[in-house]
């Protein structure tokens, strides 16, 4: 506001909401590629019950998260983003259900709940301590106790590695590198992947390996789509993860700067300076 930063990035939706109300500024409030998910340890622990992964799923409050982030983003919908080329409509999807949660629980090795269950998070991201003290209110009510854990993303990486050590939930925001639905499917659901960040899930289906493989061969865009219907239908059914919600941009910049968008790792392309800016 005082012009000492002609442009900012990773803004609080709080700041920003502020900001677009203040003259000369401005702010773009379009969806980005990019999902934020809460993944879970399919081969370890309590969350290697898909009946507990579904309770889970159910039990989260999805509109207390876009609450959170003051109406800036919006849910997902499964594994890719509503934008995202390959993104297949129509399919059944998550949402707050705790009938449906508890349900789900009475049919896992632990029906009345009773035990721990860790959430890592990287240190210092406001939203997704936010996320776990969702995920803490709504899990008790099923008899889960979510214990949360702030960690640095170096020590967080370190831990995905090893299937055994990797969280039982975990906190983890995905970019897109290009724009299709085979980067975030093929890094985060190929089998190979495990144990990198963006599959710390550790989630291994040989249907699904063969069609992410199949998907990349294939040329023709339609094929390719229907392919990816049925990947994103059998991720959603094994309940691979929570899928949350894709952040709306949080940029803010003065009306002097001229900004190109791109949608490649949710970015943008540099300021463009008018000419008679005397920054130029």
């Not at 050590?165 to 190929?190: I, K, R």
């Amino acid at each position: 506001e005082k012009g000492e930063v002609d442009w900012a990035d990773w803004l609080s939706a709080e700041d920003l909401n502020a900001l677009k109300e203040v003259p000369g500024m401005v702010t773009f409030d379009e969806p980005m590629f990019g999902t934020f998910m809460v993944k879970m340890n399919n081969q370890v622990g309590h969350a290697s019950d898909p009946h507990v992964r579904k309770a889970i799923a159910y039990a989260f409050d999805y509109d207390a998260v876009i609450e959170a982030m003051q109406g800036r983003a919006d849910l997902l919908e499964g594994p890719l983003s509503t934008p995202c080329p390959g993104f297949a409509e129509g399919l059944p999807v998550y949402r707050l259900d705790m009938d449906k949660a508890k349900e789900e629980l009475a049919q896992s090795q632990w029906p009345e709940g009773g035990f721990e269950i860790e959430y890592v998070y990287v240190t210092g991201l406001v939203i997704e301590e936010q996320i776990g003290l969702i995920l803490l209110d709504q899990l008790s009510q099923l008899g889960i106790t979510v214990n949360m854990v702030p960690l640095l993303w170096p020590d967080m990486k370190a831990r995905f590695a090893d299937v055994n050590t990797s969280p039982e939930l975990v906190a983890v925001y995905s970019g897109t590198d290009y724009a299709d639905a085979d980067n975030f499917l093929d890094a985060q659901y190929h089998s190979s992947q495990a144990g990198t960040w963006s599959a710390a899930s550790h989630y291994a289906n040989d249907q699904i390996d063969t069609w992410l493989d199949e998907a990349r061969s294939v040329v023709d865009q339609a094929e390719r789509d229907e392919i990816y219907r049925q990947i994103q239908e059998k991720l959603l059914e094994d309940c691979v993860e929570v899928w949350v919600h894709s952040e709306r941009h949080h940029h803010v910049w003065h009306d002097y700067v001229h900004r190109d968008l791109s949608p490649i790792m949710s970015a943008w392309h540099w300021p463009v300076w008018m000419e008679d800016k005397e920054s130029a």
